[in-house]
C-alpha cells in the first residue's frame, strides 16, 4: 500500500464513493443481502499487509498473456499479501479474505500507484467469493477457514485448508498515533479472456506494522510455495479501511 498525492477532483471522486458506504441501507449490513453491480463499497476495521519481493523469472508462470510484472533494477517484483475482513459493506454478503498480488506494468493508476494483480486468494463465504470471480475474473477460493483477530495490539489472521493451516501471521501496532492515508489503485484482471482494469479508491486510518509472525505451508498452493521465503518488506494494519471495488474497464 502505498501513500501518494492526488488531485482535489480525484479526492471527491473518492468522497463521493465512500458517502455512499455510509447512506446505504441496514439490509446492506446483512450476510444475506442480495449482490447488486458494482460499485461494492466495504470498511475494515482489521486490515493487514506487508510487501515482499520475489525473482521475476518466478513471477511470469502466474499472469496471463499480456501482462507484464513490474520489474525493478535487481530484477526483482514487487509483491504483497493482504488479509482484512469487512464489517460494513453495500452490495455483497460481508466477507474475510486474504490474497496475494504481484505489481505489473502499464496499469499504474491516475495518482500513479502501480497496478496489482492477484495471483492467489482466499475469501469466504463462498457466495461472495463467487460474486467477485464472477464480476472481476478473479480466481478465489472459499473452501477454507480463514480468521482474523486483534489482541492488545497485534493484529493476526489464520488460514485453514481441509485441516491444515496454510498460512499465520501476525502484525503489532508500532504506534497509537494513526495517521491517515488515501489513494487508488488499480486491480487488474482477465474476465472472459479479456484483460480488465478495476479502479480501486481507499481511505485508510493506521500505522506502520512490526511483523511479530509469518508463517506459510503452501499444501500444493504455488504461490504461497513461491513467497513462503521471502523476507517481508514493510507491513502495515489499519484500523479504519473505507474503499469500493468500482466498475471494471475492458482493455
Not at 525473482?55 to 509483491?79: H, R, T
Request: net charge negative; with cysteine.
Amino acid at each position: 500500500m502505498k501513500t501518494r498525492n492526488i488531485s482535489r477532483n480525484q479526492c471527491l471522486n473518492i468522497v463521493v464513493l465512500l458517502i455512499l458506504c455510509y447512506t446505504t441501507t441496514m439490509r446492506a449490513q446483512s450476510t444475506a443481502v442480495e449482490a447488486v453491480q458494482p460499485p461494492w463499497i466495504a470498511h475494515a476495521s482489521n486490515f493487514m499487509i506487508y510487501g515482499f519481493q520475489v525473482e521475476a523469472s518466478k513471477v511470469q508462470q502466474f499472469l496471463p498473456k499480456g501482462v507484464q510484472p513490474k520489474i525493478n533494477n535487481g530484477g526483482m517484483v514487487f509483491g504483497g499479501v493482504e488479509m482484512y475482513a469487512t464489517d460494513r459493506i453495500y452490495g455483497v454478503p460481508n466477507y474475510h479474505t486474504m490474497f496475494v498480488f504481484i505489481e505489473v506494468e502499464s496499469y499504474d493508476s491516475s495518482n500513479g500507484t502501480s497496478g496489482h494483480f492477484n495471483i492467489t486468494g482466499y475469501m469466504t463465504p463462498s457466495e461472495t467469493c463467487d460474486h467477485f470471480n464472477e464480476t472481476f475474473g478473479f480466481s478465489f477460493t472459499s473452501n477454507a477457514v480463514i480468521e482474523i483477530g486483534v489482541e492488545g495490539t497485534v493484529h493476526t489472521g489464520s488460514i485453514q485448508v481441509a485441516g491444515n493451516e496454510i498460512m499465520n501471521i501476525a502484525i503489532a501496532e508500532t504506534s497509537k498515533s494513526y495517521t491517515t492515508s488515501e489513494g487508488i489503485v488499480n486491480i487488474v484482471s482477465t474476465h472472459k479472456e479479456q484483460i480488465g482494469v478495476t479502479p480501486v479508491p481507499w481511505m485508510s486510518m493506521g500505522c506502520v506494522g512490526a511483523i511479530r509472525n509469518v508463517q506459510i505451508n503452501s499444501s500444493g498452493n504455488k504461490v504461497l510455495e513461491m513467497i513462503k521465503d521471502a523476507a517481508p518488506l514493510w507491513a502495515f494494519v489499519n484500523v479504519d479501511q473505507t474503499f469500493a471495488y468500482t466498475q471494471m474497464i475492458k482493455k
